[in-house]
């Protein structure tokens, strides 16, 4: 592809503006099997060059081994770069194997020291909440969210997977600049609430898994026999046995579209979800995750598709008709709460 740089949205109301497509970089240390190194650390600068600029890590990722990995790159690169990290999953003292979900002050405060400590810079540009502790009440958590911008150690807030009245709530305390949920072909659940919200309230929508963890583009048909052992996706539902079996047949219009279109089935999943900031009428920013320089670029050239409005049409029943939740346990998502 050419060195063409992608067009660019706002993060918020008062920006600032990033690249329309940002990077998920959580596969470059956790979730996926392992990755290469060197394949990472090029499709990160490969990235930038394109006008990449909002990159998504998590604390979580790999207990801070992704922050770590990312570290050098943001150093290298600190004025060109949105840095998005979250806190909320806690490793529990008993069991470094499992994770709670935390939104209490102590809890927010040492998860952002250590985010600041691993990521090695003196301020983190989105600071999310990554999952919602419902026995916190949201305003006190974004009250504490708030300290942190006042203190210097944050920029601009975000939330994952919250519903549209967490948002509200969450709001009122301090602008949210960016919510943070699953939104691709597959997964459409936040149209229905969150969506509408963020647009009144002038939140930037960052769809997480735009491409269904890479099932849209065919690169696995069943996560139990084609993926390895300790892949997060062998966790979810939908991606396996014959809710895959029933998924793989939904791909045929994505198929079919991209060949009118000379492109990939990735791309056209992309365009999809990029489509929707017009169709919804607030700022989209997926952030598709690579570790491999050739799919960041196969994936910010998605951000030139236009899709008809035959082919929106086309594209339109197949959420309602996949098999299989988004995960094993719902109570974690907006939708689960809704
Ligand atoms: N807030 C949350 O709770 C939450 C949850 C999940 C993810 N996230 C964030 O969202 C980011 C993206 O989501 P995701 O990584 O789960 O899913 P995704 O972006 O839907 O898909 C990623 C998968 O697709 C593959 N892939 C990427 N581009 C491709 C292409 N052009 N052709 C074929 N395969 C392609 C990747 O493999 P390769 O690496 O081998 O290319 C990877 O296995 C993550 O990195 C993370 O930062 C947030």
Redesign the pocket.
């Known amino acids: 592809m050419t060195d063409r740089r992608i067009p660019t949205a706002p993060l918020g109301e008062n920006g600032p503006e990033v690249g329309v497509q940002g990077?998920?970089?959580?596969?470059?240390s956790f979730?996926?099997g392992p990755?290469d190194a060197d394949a990472s650390r090029a499709?990160l600068e490969r990235a930038l060059e394109l006008g990449v600029t909002l990159y998504?890590?998590?604390d979580a990722?790999g207990a801070g081994e992704n922050e770590k990995f990312l570290s050098p790159f943001f150093k290298a690169h600190r004025d060109e770069v949105v840095i998005a990290t979250?806190f909320a999953l806690a490793i529990p003292p008993d069991d470094p194997t499992r994770r709670v979900i935390r939104n209490d002050a102590p809890y927010i405060r040492e998860a952002v020291e250590a985010s600041l400590r691993r990521l090695d810079v003196d301020v983190i540009d989105l600071y999310?909440m990554?999952?919602r502790d419902v026995s916190v009440p949201i305003e006190d958590t974004v009250g504490v969210m708030a300290e942190l911008v006042r203190e210097g150690k944050v920029k601009q807030l975000g939330l994952?997977?919250v519903t549209a009245a967490e948002l509200r709530a969450a709001h009122a305390v301090h602008p949210i600049a960016a919510v943070?949920?699953?939104w691709?072909l597959f997964s459409r659940d936040i149209e229905a609430q969150v969506v509408p919200a963020a647009r009144e309230l002038g939140v930037t929508l960052v769809p997480?898994?735009?491409?269904?963890?890479?099932?849209?583009?065919?690169?696995?048909a069943d996560a139990a026999t084609d993926l390895t052992a300790g892949d997060f996706r062998r966790q979810q539902p939908r991606y396996q046995g014959a809710n895959a079996a029933a998924n793989a047949v939904l791909l045929e219009p994505i198929r079919a579209v991209a060949e009118a279109h000379s492109v990939?089935?990735?791309?056209i999943?992309?365009g999809w979800v990029q489509q929707q900031s017009r169709v919804h009428g607030l700022p989209v920013v997926?952030?598709?995750?690579?570790?491999?320089p050739g799919?960041v670029e196969?994936?910010a050239a998605a951000t030139a598709v236009e899709l008809t409005g035959q082919e929106l049409a086309l594209l339109e029943p197949i959420a309602g008709k996949v098999a299989g939740d988004r995960y094993a346990d719902m109570s974690f998502t907006s939708a689960g709460r809704e």
């Open positions: 990077l998920g970089c959580m596969g470059m979730a996926y990755a499709a998504d890590t998590a990722y979250k999310y990554h999952r994952s997977e943070q949920s699953e691709s997480y898994s735009p491409l269904g963890r890479g099932f849209l583009t065919g690169s696995f990939t089935p990735a791309q999943a992309l997926p952030i598709p995750g690579t570790s491999k799919r196969e994936n």
